[in-house]
């Protein structure tokens, strides 16, 4: 068994895109092989209803600790929190609502995670066009998190304050992660990727140190990735299963479908009709 894990935003428009996107996963996979975790992102709790075998539902808890709400942090802690949820399975998806799901992807990516040492695939450092993929914007923002909130010099000894203990340690975390195992900012792009059963297991998931980093949870699982002595890697090449963009479709539906992708990101469009056309050109 394995995990898909959804977080869903509070636009009412979110619902449909969910409604869409779990019909596309029991059309191309086995509902009873997968147990699926929606994250609900809303302010105020709302009904999800969702016809699945095993399904969980995980509230984001940032909204209700913050009068002006941290997407950020309630994105990281969501997330966190619902790949907890797939602990003790083999491996775990994790979709946003703008993807779409068009041809099974479980036995590939059982395949891939046979390696022991492999933790996050998805469109790490190449695209489904094959361009490489940049994290350089990345190590600015990863330094502003690393950074104290005041350096002070004594008579002897040089002094820096963090917020808390658990601050100073997470501050810790994300240097050893992002300039000793691996290169800062390094991750695979949020709108789809896999985490293995063996980051699920080792990774620490525990969202509460990183409230208020001010990083992308993409950026925040690349971290515990290489913490944890784990790889990752792009399944992005023609019959692998990702073909993703951060913004439109990576390509044509006609050209996706003939590469043999499985899951696609991103179909978002301005008009909620022509968004439905465009899933339904992939499912062709």
């Known amino acids: 068994m394995y995990g898909v894990l959804i977080p869903v935003g509070p636009a009412p428009r979110e619902l449909d895109r969910l409604d869409a996107l779990v019909g596309e996963l029991a059309r191309h996979e086995d509902p009873g092989e997968i147990r699926l975790v ?12 969702i016809d699945w075998p095993h399904v969980a539902v995980v509230r984001t808890r940032q909204w209700s600790r913050r009068r002006s709400p941290d997407a950020l942090s309630a994105h990281v802690a969501g ?10 399975l083999d491996f ?8 779409a799901v068009i041809a099974p992807f479980s036995p590939q990516l059982t395949a891939a995670f046979t390696d022991p040492g492999l933790g996050v695939v998805g469109s790490y450092d190449r695209t489904s066009s094959g361009g490489t ?28 304050r963090y917020r808390t203990a658990e601050h100073r340690r997470t501050v810790r975390r994300i240097r050893d992660a992002a300039y000793r195992f691996a290169p800062p900012g390094a991750h695979c792009l949020g709108g789809a990727y896999a985490v293995s059963g063996v980051f699920l297991q080792t990774a620490a998931l525990d969202w509460r140190p990183w409230v208020g980093a001010q990083l992308g949870e993409d ?7 290489s913490s ?3 790889r990752m890697q792009s399944l992005t090449g023609t019959r692998e ?8 479709l990576p390509g044509s539906p006609s050209d996706i479908l003939a590469h043999g992708h499985a899951i696609v990101h991103s179909v978002k469009r301005d008009d909620q009709h022509e968004e439905r056309c465009v899933r339904a050109a992939l499912q062709s």
Not at 92 to 99: C, P, Q, S, Y
Not at 241 to 248: D, E, N, V
């Open 241 to 248: 299963p990702f073909a993703l963009s951060w913004r439109g």
């Open 219 to 225: 950026v925040v699982v690349g971290l515990l990735c």
């Open 228 to 230: 944890a002595g784990l």
């Open 38 to 49: 929606i994250v609900d992102d809303a302010p105020a709790p709302r009904s999800l209803p």
């Open 79 to 88: 997330t966190m929190e619902g790949l907890a949820r797939a602990r003790g």
């Open 92 to 99: 775990a998806v994790k979709l946003d609502t703008d993807a």
């Open 133 to 160: 993929r940049d994290w350089s914007g990345w190590r600015a923002t990863i330094d502003r998190a690393t950074r104290p909130l005041a350096v002070s010099r004594g008579s002897r000894t040089i002094r820096v």
